[in-house]
């Protein structure tokens, strides 16, 4: 071994004993993050900054009564398995049972529908930000609120539900999201924490709570209790949200190694989770997040001049102002794309994972010409409000004259992702929003220099991608949740941000190549124009 190695190896017996040590005094902190298709749990130690173990569970949602859901039954089957599974990380590594913890954070994909009666039962099966049926609810609520209320939020679903009559209603005595669900039963405590809270109901950024003249206007128009009433109480990052009881202990590893206690920080949703994991908590910092959803967060120095259909208005899990450009379709239908590969991998013999074939056919991509050779990709799985198309219907796109090759197929589909997402965020190019950094989070930049580099031509500007970029939420939970023990004495979440989680950390940044910016122009140009063919296919079939 030579002297390099066996220092590497000293230093990871030592890192593998401090870590021990933390998991055995009951100072790790447990982040777990339901997105769409993974649940993920993730334990850091006394260092914030690193994973010491990790476990996840895959899931997908369903589409039923033409609305896409997950079932409760679903959720709790699949925290259990993912923390079973960190158990077991945790067991194999160190050889140390996990029983207690220094506190806990609970996240999740964003806004949708969880409404409860008073017996805690809930009234109708739960409804996901992918569901795009809220269209009459949405425009009368931006109209009266004076703000765009998009079709995913929750007061959207709610007043949509009035709208259709729907019999549910006048039983609705608590509406939450899926992280304040889950929160809530590990707890007995029904909070928000502010970031996903705005997606569930306007946030006015100087109280930090919901805007209590929108709320009149909603009570105006709504006959029945107050919306305030069925709503979580709103906290910022930092603040005690409850701690683990027996039930929710049980609820967590039915094994009953877990002991109760342990604090939570308010629960989050998926897009403040996405900004803490890339440090863009700060005004005129940004971060874009791309899974089964893209999209990207932009914190303001000042407030936009005017409302946008585009634009999300949302705030940090600090309270801060957000505008959020939210695409409904991200990397799923790539995912499909990939999978045709493996399959024909398999079928010719060659032993190829699923990540490797992921960074050949990326790799390849970097072949094709810059405007992906007149190839055109739409990752329409679902309705996408963006373009104003209702439902989805993936396709691709060729004339006799494209240049059909495999580097260019790659590419276009890889475009496509970016496509609605950049769309978007001309908006806020119109608006005067300045950014000093972009950062990008998510498994598709896991293949180095790829998406990124694509993202960069996308957005016309550089984007960073951090060494972490492929651990996402579950980590930004788990930091947010060490940040308990901060904040307390003052420290704000961008300061522990930058002087405690991020100080140390390696981020790559890809500038954008002018030849990469044409290109990716000359295919946005067509997407643009070709969405005819989308909306038509949507008639059509």
């Given at each position: 071994?030579?002297a390099s190695?066996?220092?590497g190896?000293?230093?990871a017996a030592?890192?593998?004993?401090v870590a ?14 339901l997105?769409?298709?993974r649940?993920k749990a993730?334990?850091v130690g006394?260092d914030?900054s690193v ?5 996840s569970?895959?899931?997908e949602n369903?589409?039923?009564?033409r ?5 409760l039954?679903?959720?709790w089957a699949?925290?259990?398995?993912a923390y079973?599974d960190?158990v077991?990380?945790v067991q194999?590594?160190?050889g140390?049972q996990?029983t207690?913890?220094g506190?806990?954070?609970i ?5 949708g529908?969880?409404p409860?009666?008073?017996?805690g ?7 996901t930000?992918?569901?795009?049926t809220?269209g ?7 109209e009266?609120f ?6 995913r939020w929750?007061?959207?679903?709610l007043?949509?539900?009035v ?5 549910h209603v006048?039983?609705v005595?608590f509406?939450t ?5 889950v929160?809530?039963k590990?707890?007995g405590r029904k909070v928000?924490?502010?970031g996903?809270a705005?997606?569930?109901f ?5 109280t930090?709570?919901?805007d ?5 206007r ?8 107050d919306?305030?009433g ?9 603040e ?7 039930e ?14 342990a604090?939570l920080c308010p629960?989050?949703?998926?897009a403040?989770?996405?900004?803490v994991?890339?440090n863009?908590?700060a005004p ?6 791309a ?5 990207a967060?932009?914190?303001?120095e000042h ?9 999300d208005l949302?705030t940090?899990p600090?309270?801060?102002p ?6 409904n379709n991200g ?10 590969f493996?399959?024909?991998?398999e079928?010719?013999?060659a032993?190829v994972?699923a ?5 050949l056919?990326?790799?390849e991509?970097?072949?094709g ?11 329409y799985l679902?309705g996408?409000p963006?373009?104003?198309?209702a439902?989805?219907r993936?396709l691709?796109?060729?004339?006799p ?5 495999l580097a260019?197929?790659?590419r276009a ?9 950049s769309?978007?965020m001309?908006?806020?190019?119109e608006?005067g929003?300045?950014?000093?950094r972009m ?5 598709i930049?896991r293949t180095?220099g790829?998406?990124q580099?694509?993202l960069?031509a996308?957005?016309?500007a550089p ?23 901060e904040?307390?004495?003052g ?6 941000l930058?002087?405690?989680?991020f100080?140390?950390?390696a981020?790559h940044?890809?500038d954008p190549d002018p030849a ?6 000359a295919?946005?140009?067509r997407y643009?124009v070709?969405?005819?063919?989308e909306?038509?296919a949507?008639?059509a079939l």
């Open positions: 071994m030579s190695s066996e220092e190896a000293v230093a030592a890192t593998a004993v021990a040590d933390a998991i055995r005094a009951g100072r790790a902190v447990l982040g777990i993050e997105g769409s298709t649940i993730c334990l006394d914030p994973t010491i173990a990790s476990g569970h895959a899931w369903r589409f039923v009564d609305k896409w859901t997950y079932s039954e679903d959720v699949g925290i259990q398995s079973a960190l077991g990380d194999r590594r160190y140390v996990l207690s913890l506190a806990i954070g996240s999740a994909m964003m806004h529908y969880l409860f009666d008073a017996e039962e809930l009234l109708v099966p739960f409804r930000w992918r569901n795009t809220t009459a609810a949405a425009a009368e609520l931006s009266l004076g703000v765009n209320i998009p079709l929750s007061v959207a679903h007043y949509q539900a709208l259709d009559e729907e019999p006048p039983n005595a509406l999201t899926l992280a304040g669900y929160h809530w590990l707890t928000l924490g502010v996903d705005s997606g569930m306007p946030i006015d950024s100087a930090g709570d919901y209590a003249d929108l709320l009149a909603f009570d105006t128009l709504v006959a029945g209790p919306l305030r069925i709503l979580p109480t709103v906290l910022s990052a930092g005690p949200a409850g701690e683990l009881t027996a929710g202990s049980a609820l967590l590893d039915p094994s009953g190694a877990l002991q109760p206690g604090p629960p989050e949703g998926d403040g989770t996405g900004m994991a890339t863009a908590v005129r910092t940004g971060n874009v997040s899974g089964t959803s893209i999209f967060m932009v914190v303001l407030p936009l001049a005017e409302s946008h259909e585009e634009l949302v940090t600090a309270g801060d957000v505008a959020m450009v939210h695409c990397a799923s239908e790539l995912a499909e794309w990939a999978g045709l493996h399959r024909f991998g079928l010719s013999g032993s994972d990540d490797a074939v992921f960074e056919l990326f790799r991509a970097l072949n010409d810059a405007d992906a050779g007149g190839l055109l990709a739409y990752n679902a996408e963006v373009t104003g198309t439902e989805g993936p691709f796109v060729r004339t004259d494209s240049r059909f090759t260019n197929v790659v589909q890889l475009y496509g992702v970016f496509g609605t997402l769309l978007g001309r908006v806020l190019t608006e929003v300045a950014l000093d950062l990008a989070h998510g498994g930049f180095a790829v998406a580099r694509f960069a996308a957005l016309n984007v960073a991608v951090g060494e972490a970029a492929a651990e996402g939420g579950a980590w930004g939970i788990a930091v947010l949740a060490a940040y308990l023990r904040a307390s004495a420290l704000s979440l961008a300061e522990y930058n002087d405690t989680v100080a140390g950390a981020t940044a890809a990469d910016v044409a290109g990716f122009a295919y946005l140009e643009s070709g969405l005819v063919v909306r038509a949507i008639t």
